[in-house]
């Protein structure tokens, strides 16, 4: 199996899509390591599911936001990689962890948008940094955006900002680590029917019948729509993606 002994760190994999990008990955061969906020149950109950798949797996507490806190979880992940895995080195790292804020630009507070730079632009890029020096050469980095960095639409602006951040960051790491061969891209999805935000597009009706008026698939995506691609883009078949952003969102405002 070409994916055997490759190993994905997943931030944010205890819910929603990063449970799903940590299950899809575990199906390709590759070991998982998943961090969480605040929900460790949950963290735990997928590493229970990646073992039933055969996959080893380990869950790691990890705020993306404090990025004061990035030095020690660094000796965290490391001693994970030791028990867990007998490694020393990640292959793959999934910058996922993220929280949805819907204000209008005269409503939104610096605190919310603060908290949103920390967590959506500012971990990610010292979180990355961090991860550099045990990342294998020839592996893979994926950074979450979303269609609103493409698409607009009302109350997304400080959220929407943050993810073109991180579309012009990972270009850029494209271009810095090509001569490690390690690739980095961009998978954007679009509206998802999953708590995120609150869980808008999946309890919310009206907002549910506007989101599949206006994908060419007609209906929202679901988290199961989202994991298989950042899977497939830590796989050889993608060995030649780089610097990309892919929109995973059923053709939405085309």
Not at 49 to 71: C, H, M, P, V, Y
Not at 73 to 91: C, P
Not at 157 to 167: D, L, Q, V
Request: proline content about 2%; overall charge negative.
């Amino acid at each position: 199996m070409e994916n055997k002994n490759k190993i994905a760190l997943v931030t944010g994999g205890s819910r929603g899509l990063g449970k799903d990008m940590a299950l899809r990955l575990a199906e390709k061969g590759i070991g998982v390591i998943l961090t969480y906020n605040n929900k460790a149950d949950d963290a735990n109950e997928v590493v229970t599911q990646i073992k039933e798949i055969g996959q080893k797996a380990a869950t790691l507490q990890l705020n993306t936001g404090d990025i004061k806190s990035f030095g020690a979880f660094v000796e965290n992940l490391k001693s994970a990689l030791s028990d867990t895995f007998g490694a020393d080195h990640l292959d793959f790292l999934i910058n996922n962890a993220g929280f949805g804020h819907h204000s209008p630009i005269d409503q939104t507070t610096e605190e919310a948008f603060d908290e949103l730079m920390n967590v959506h632009f500012k971990g990610v890029y010292f979180l990355t940094q961090k991860m550099l020096p045990i990342l294998n050469d020839g592996g893979g980095i994926v950074n979450i955006s979303s269609g609103l960095a493409r698409f607009s639409m009302p109350g997304a602006s400080a959220y929407a900002s943050m993810k073109g951040a991180i579309e012009v960051f990972t270009r850029y790491l494209a271009k810095e680590l090509g001569s490690k061969k390690i690739r980095a891209n961009i998978v954007a999805p679009g509206a998802i029917a999953t708590d995120f935000g609150g869980g808008r597009v999946r309890d919310d009706e009206q907002m549910n019948q506007m989101v599949s008026s206006l994908t060419a698939l007609g209906r929202p995506g679901e988290a199961e729509d989202i994991g298989g691609v950042v899977a497939f883009l830590c796989t050889d078949d993608a060995r030649w993606i780089n610097g990309q952003r892919i929109e995973v969102s059923g053709g939405m405002l085309l």
